[in-house]
């Protein structure tokens, strides 16, 4: 069964500094790879979406991500930390191809920038 | 509706007594999730629905835990005899097809006390 694993509970980066969060998916290449961010007191919003059309993937706020086959790997990247950025992230994937496909999350990361 | 609502926002109960959680889709969306958010954990998936159908309920924790959705849009979570452990922010989430991009709501935050 799909899955998804985030390496570490909790990143502190400097302002300015490069933003790196780890995702690993279990198993087969699946249709649809997410992050989403959750800033404090606030829902979950969507941050980017890999859809197969491109492997490295845009988002919003200068985050991007990187899909790589070999590392059954979608790691989130910022090349400078901004004091904004303090949030959780959570990676997530899509369980499968059909319509009973259900969105499955991982444990979260919770990003603290340092000034 | 714009986005997905939730309701109540907030809820304190008392331990043993049930609670009914309501969630209204985006308009269109036809599959809806339930997850819960305890305090400094990830999501826990516990059901979905593709139209009013459930494909998947392994993810409710006990026979205590239903969900219904009729008409392919609102769907009730229900908890009986709710218990401290049932704490947690209950998150709804829908999406226009199963598997792709889902859009959340606010959640309803539930104490049992």
């Known amino acids: 069964a799909q899955s998804v694993t985030q390496l570490g509970s909790h990143v502190s980066v400097s302002e300015g500094a490069l933003v790196l969060l780890r995702c690993n998916y279990s198993s087969s290449v699946p249709p649809y790879l997410f992050w989403y961010v959750q800033y404090p007191n606030q829902g979950l919003q969507l941050l980017l979406k890999y859809t197969s059309a491109a492997t490295l993937v845009k988002g919003i706020n200068g985050f991007e991500a990187e899909f790589k086959k070999s590392e059954t790997s979608f790691h989130l990247t910022k090349p400078s930390a901004h004091m904004s950025d303090a949030a959780e992230y959570f990676c997530?994937?899509?369980?499968?191809?059909?319509?009973?496909?259900?969105?499955?999350f991982g444990s979260g990361t919770r990003l603290s920038i340092r000034p | 509706g714009a986005g997905v609502s939730q309701s109540p926002s907030n809820k304190v109960t008392e331990k043993g007594k049930d609670v009914e959680l309501r969630c209204d889709p985006i308009?269109?969306?036809?599959?809806l999730y339930w997850y819960r958010q305890s305090l400094g954990q990830g999501l826990e998936f516990l059901i979905y629905?593709?139209?009013?159908?459930?494909?998947?309920k392994s993810g409710l924790p006990s026979d205590r835990f239903s969900a219904e959705r009729t008409g392919g849009s609102v769907s009730t979570l229900t908890i009986q005899r709710t218990q401290q452990e049932d704490s947690a922010v209950y998150l709804c989430?829908?999406?226009?097809?199963?598997?792709?991009?889902?859009?959340f709501g606010e959640g309803s935050w539930l104490t049992v006390v």
């Open positions: 308009s269109g969306h036809t599959a």
């Open positions: 997530a994937v899509s369980s499968g191809y059909s319509s009973a496909s259900k969105i499955i």
């Open positions: 989430a829908s999406s226009f097809e199963a598997g792709n991009t889902i859009y």
């Open positions: 629905f593709q139209g009013n159908s459930a494909p998947d």
